[in-house]
């Protein structure tokens, strides 16, 4: 009962693609409403810098929160929601665990706007810290677009087939 509507390991792909979890609901194992964790492609890349920087107290806590959250929205697929079903006081008066996804986009958003602040206030043009922070987002950038490309030459659906060793001929 503690882990009706996961936010699968599947659903993970909607935080670069939005729509990828839209088609073939029985492939994600969830409910359409609580699969997507997508949370603007522009704050992922910022999210993704923040892992290149040096972070502060608060946001050491909001990245572990975020990924704390995260594993709990997986439900059966990770062991915390049921240690938290099971020990943590009002855990178990809910059935869905993929809700907790939307406090992992919130925590993870607030990571990404501290990392935005970090490059709209960081040094002169030319500082070695302005070039490192467009290199990370230049890498980020096209590793985003490459991720589409792929999704987009093959059906995300057969990817993921694919991905786990079926035939996808049939």
């Not at 993704?48 to 050491?60: D, G, L, Q, V």
């Not at 009002?90 to 992992?104: E, G, V, W």
């Not at 990404?112 to 302005?130: I, M, W």
């Amino acid at each position: 009962w503690y882990a009706q509507k996961v936010f699968a390991k599947n659903c993970m792909i909607s935080f670069l693609l939005p729509f990828a979890v839209v088609k073939e609901q029985s492939f994600y194992d969830a409910s359409l409403v609580l699969t997507n964790g997508y949370f603007g492609i522009i704050a992922f890349v910022f999210f993704i810098f923040s892992f290149f920087r040096k972070r502060t107290k608060w946001e050491n806590f909001f990245l572990i929160a975020g990924t704390f959250c995260l594993f709990a929205a997986f439900g059966e697929y990770f062991p915390l929601r049921k240690w938290l079903y099971e020990f943590v006081p009002f855990m178990d008066i809910f059935r869905h665990p993929a809700i907790f996804r939307f406090f992992s986009v919130i925590c993870f958003l607030l990571l990404a706007g501290f990392s935005f602040n970090k490059f709209l206030n960081s040094g002169g043009e030319n500082s070695d810290e302005n070039k490192k922070i467009i290199k990370v987002i230049t890498l980020s950038l096209l590793f985003i677009l490459g991720v589409f490309f792929v999704f987009g030459v093959f059906n995300c659906h057969r990817w993921f087939l694919l991905l786990q060793g079926k035939n996808i001929l049939n």
